[in-house]
């Protein structure tokens, strides 16, 4: 079921398809992927450029990062947090309970309401019968703190400093309250409010400090592939605007 809408999904969003930009995002991805998810599943993941700052798991292991969410980072430890939150939906299958859902719905138009903001005109309505029957409607509040509790343990598993998932937490309320308009998408499909923040704080304090000692935050090949992902074209109009 996941492959089938993976399908889908490569053909209605705008994939980046630069060699080296994916060779870093799925090396980052399966570091923590192969050692979150036992069953033997081969992650995917894929940037979407677009601006809006999103990122979306599909049961099967295939995992979009929009290039505006990667933009807002600062430091690799960030982007590893999303990433770790994203398979956690995956290993906890709540994308499942979304995606069957999904069944017999218009998969193309949910990504491009839900991944780009792009409901208008042709969209619309089949962007209200959508919302309607609940598909990608957001995650509830006891499903995104269990995929942060999984992906606080997954990026520690991977040599990664937690520390990355609050302080991406804090980027997003930040912007939310300085310019909301950046951040929509990603509230509308991640229920985001301080006390996610001092929870995943308290998660990652309950851990062995000296486990914590030494864990990666950054690296230069993160800025290097952080740049390479600001210099791509840009983003194109969502279908709606075409």
């Not at 492959?3 to 799925?26: F, M, S």
């Not at 809006?52 to 947090?81: C, D, H, S």
């Amino acid at each position: 079921m996941g492959a089938q809408y993976a399908t889908e999904l490569n053909k209605q969003l705008p994939i980046v398809e630069d060699a080296e930009i994916n060779r870093y995002l799925t090396l980052l991805g399966d570091s923590i992927a192969r050692l979150a998810d036992q069953r033997g599943i081969t992650y995917r993941f894929f940037l979407v450029n677009s601006q809006e700052v999103n990122a979306f798991a599909v049961p099967g292991g295939f995992i979009y990062v929009n290039r505006g969410l990667i933009e807002r980072t600062t430091n690799m430890a960030q982007l590893a947090g999303v990433l770790g939150h994203e398979i956690g939906h995956v290993t906890m299958r709540h994308s499942v309970e979304r995606m069957q859902k999904a069944q017999g719905a218009n998969i193309g138009v949910i990504a491009a309401c839900t991944l780009l903001r792009a409901c208008g005109t042709g969209l619309e309505q089949a962007a209200i019968d959508i919302v309607a029957s609940g598909v990608f409607a957001k995650f509830s509040r006891d499903d995104e703190r269990e995929a942060d509790r999984e992906g606080v343990k997954y990026v520690i598993r991977s040599g990664i400093d937690p520390m990355g998932v609050p302080e991406m937490f804090r980027i997003l309320l930040d912007e939310r309250q300085s310019r909301p308009v950046g951040v929509e998408t990603w509230f509308l499909s991640h229920p985001l409010a301080e006390d996610r923040v001092k929870e995943t704080e308290k998660m990652i304090a309950g851990y062995d400090p000296g486990i914590l000692v030494g864990l990666t935050k950054d690296s230069p090949n993160y800025q290097s592939f952080k740049r390479r992902v600001a210099s791509l074209p840009a983003p194109p109009p969502p279908p709606a605007q075409r």
